[in-house]
């Protein structure tokens, strides 16, 4: 028999019982749907979280002062200020993959403005640290070298503080306090949101921290460096450089580091990994339903079989070989899955697009996973749909025209 | 030229169910020309039915040569029978067996579906020449539903001949119709055998029978009477008559 009449015959069959057959499909077309949805909604939580991450800086690398033992008593992360600005200049110095390197000098204090005052984190840091954070002023200029040099008291500041302290009018140019020293401000940074652990990024003001560490608070305990690479591939053998450069000038022979380099790939990957596994699981607890579906195809085309019996017998009887058969209620399986998988993307596409519009995520349904998912379900309505066809083609068929 | 059509020797069939041994068919010597109109009757329970499935090669012989149209059909595959019934004989079945929500024109033309000998055929226009020949040129997208009980045999008759086979094979053809019907039915089979196509008709009905040239009666698995219809009746003046 020729292709063409196969589909023919098989469509011809499925249209005669067409709520059996929609009843049949619904299994396949909820477990696409699913599928789909849920391998969606995992890639629009994944490139959220990815957006998230960047946000903090492209290819960053956090240096801090380690914990230290003294006589075998650890004082924890941070207790020792282990970090210099010599550390900063070696490593801006020496380094070849290093792009960007700047100091981060925190304190807090009560901010005064012509529209009010303000308790908010003041950051001494350097010029590069807007490269770093990949920061843009949205009005007005960051400070430059020159200033840092200079130790000049000027402030770039976040948004929070510029709505709390100027309201409404354009903070450049206009003078606030910090402590008790005047500050010009020189520009305003954009936006960035909440942090990934919740807290408001916008509520900051940069100052050059020459500045911070000779006018606000008055010591060279560094907490923290930032540094950045070029390109994100850089980011182990900088961070190899790093440790040895500051390894050499800290005098460090044994390993025993009083410092610790991480970077934000780390936490970006295992980020990814752990919605990679959720995408994963709720996906397979999805196609749990693909097979419920397939199971009710072989159900069906077991009825059908039966039912089917005489017709069967007639065909034999008229000449159809057992292959013929077989063949028939194959293609009649395959189209069901495939047909079952169609309507499945569509719900799956239209689901998906439901979600991202009421979560905002970007989901994406890759052309690569409709591909599979149609691919799969004509599998299962095959790997289900094969038992009953052998039935059917093995029937005798003298017997099977006397059936009633 | 050889003009027979079916020639068995000895063939015989034996069913086994559990310890039982059943002897359908005990051995049968039967020949039928080209043109015949044969009439096999018998009661049930003689052997006539399963005489019929081995002759439709429906089924195999136990022991015994089937020899049909010049082919040795002994020992053959399950997919060469289905390949000769395909090609050689037209089955007409008592309860029409027609596919169901299938048109007429779709009936008929399933077994030129099923014909692998890879002849290219117009199907569709072979199909409604078929059911010109049995008179429904009209009925061509019914559907058996809706069509009557004569009018679907006659779709199967057409289904039979659209082959060409070298014999039709016909079971109690009108064993679900009534007399004007039958007649309607044993008129088509005697215009197509003046036509030259070989019948083989089972009935147990003697009045059917008399439509045939000649009568073989089976009993106990054997042929017991091989005889010349004396007295043949024709369907044509037989409807004329009743009109």
């Not at chain 2, 429904?136 to 060409?164: K, W």
Request: aromatic share 4%; charged share 20%; hydrophobic share 40%.
């Amino acid at each position: 028999m020729k292709t063409k009449t196969l589909l023919k015959v098989a469509t011809q069959s499925i249209q005669k019982n067409k709520l059996r057959a929609t009843l049949t499909m619904l299994g396949i077309i909820i477990g696409v749907a699913a599928v789909i949805v849920m391998v969606a909604v995992g890639y629009g939580a994944r490139s959220r979280i990815k957006d998230q991450i960047n946000n903090l800086g492209t290819n960053m690398i956090v240096i801090t002062p380690g914990a230290q033992n003294t006589s075998g008593v650890s004082q924890g992360a941070q207790a020792f200020a282990n970090l210099k600005l010599d550390d900063i200049d070696k490593i801006r110095r020496e380094s070849q993959y290093v792009s960007a390197i700047s100091p981060v000098v925190v304190s807090r204090s009560q901010v005064l403005g012509p529209q009010g005052n303000w308790r908010t984190t003041i950051n001494g840091v350097d010029p590069d640290f807007q490269t770093i954070r990949n920061w843009e002023t949205q009005s007005g200029t960051f400070f430059s070298e020159d200033d840092v040099r200079a130790g000049r008291t000027v402030a770039v500041i976040g948004q929070t503080v510029a709505n709390q302290l100027f309201s409404d009018s354009d903070p450049v140019g206009q003078t606030l306090q910090i402590g008790k020293v005047p500050f010009t401000v020189m520009g305003e940074l954009t936006s960035k949101g909440q942090t990934a652990s919740g807290s408001d990024s916008d509520d900051v003001i940069l100052v050059p921290y020459t500045t911070a560490t000779t006018r606000l608070s008055g010591r060279q305990f560094i907490p923290q460096i930032l540094a950045s690479t070029s390109s994100e591939q850089d980011i182990p053998a900088a961070q190899n450089e790093i440790k040895s450069i500051l390894e050499e000038s800290h005098k460090i022979t044994d390993g025993n580091d009083d410092f610790t380099v991480r970077n934000q790939t780390d936490l970006a990957q295992a980020a990814t990994s752990s919605t990679q596994v959720m995408t994963l699981l709720m996906a397979s607890i999805a196609s749990i339903s693909l097979l419920v579906g397939g199971i009710g195809i072989m159900n069906i085309m077991l009825v059908s079989v039966t039912e089917r019996t005489r017709e069967i017998g007639i065909r034999l009887a008229i000449g159809a070989r057992g292959g013929d058969v077989l063949t028939q209620f194959l293609v009649e399986a395959l189209v069901m899955g495939i047909a079952g998988g169609l309507a499945g993307l569509m719900f799956g596409v239209a689901g998906a697009k439901l979600v991202g519009h009421f979560t905002g995520w970007e989901t994406v349904v890759s052309p690569l996973i409709m591909l599979i998912s149609i691919g799969f379900s004509g599998a299962v309505g095959v790997f289900f749909g094969y038992y009953p066809a052998r039935k059917a083609a093995a029937l005798n068929p003298i017997q099977a025209l006397r059936y009633e | 030229m050889n003009d027979i059509v079916i020639q068995t020797e000895a063939i015989t069939k034996t069913y086994v169910s559990g310890t039982n041994e059943v002897q359908a068919v005990r051995g049968i010597d039967l020949t039928v020309r080209k043109g015949e109109f044969v009439a096999i009757m018998g009661a049930s329970g003689s052997g006539k039915s399963t005489l019929m499935n081995l002759l439709g090669c429906l089924d195999s012989p136990t022991s015994g040569s089937y020899e049909l149209d010049a082919v040795r059909t002994e020992g053959l595959e399950k997919n060469e029978l289905a390949a000769i019934r395909n090609q050689k004989i037209g089955f007409v079945f008592q309860g029409f067996n027609l596919l169901p929500r299938t048109t007429a024109i779709e009936n008929v033309e399933l077994p030129l579906l099923y014909d692998r000998s890879g002849k290219k055929r117009d199907t569709r226009a072979l199909a409604t020449a078929a059911l010109e020949r049995v008179g429904l040129a009209d009925r061509l997208e019914h559907q058996p539903s809706e069509l009557s009980g004569g009018q679907q045999q006659r779709v199967a008759i057409a289904r039979a001949l659209v082959t060409e086979p070298a014999l039709v094979l016909a079971d109690e053809p009108t064993g679900n119709l009534d007399t004007r019907t039958s007649m309607e039915v044993m008129k088509l089979f005697q215009e197509l055998n003046e036509q030259g196509i070989t019948i083989v008709l089972v009935t147990h009905e003697p009045d059917i029978a008399a439509y045939a040239k000649r009568i073989v009666e089976v009993r106990d698995g054997k042929i017991r009477l091989d005889h010349e219809v004396i007295n043949r009746r024709n369907a044509a003046v037989d409807l004329q008559e009743a009109a």
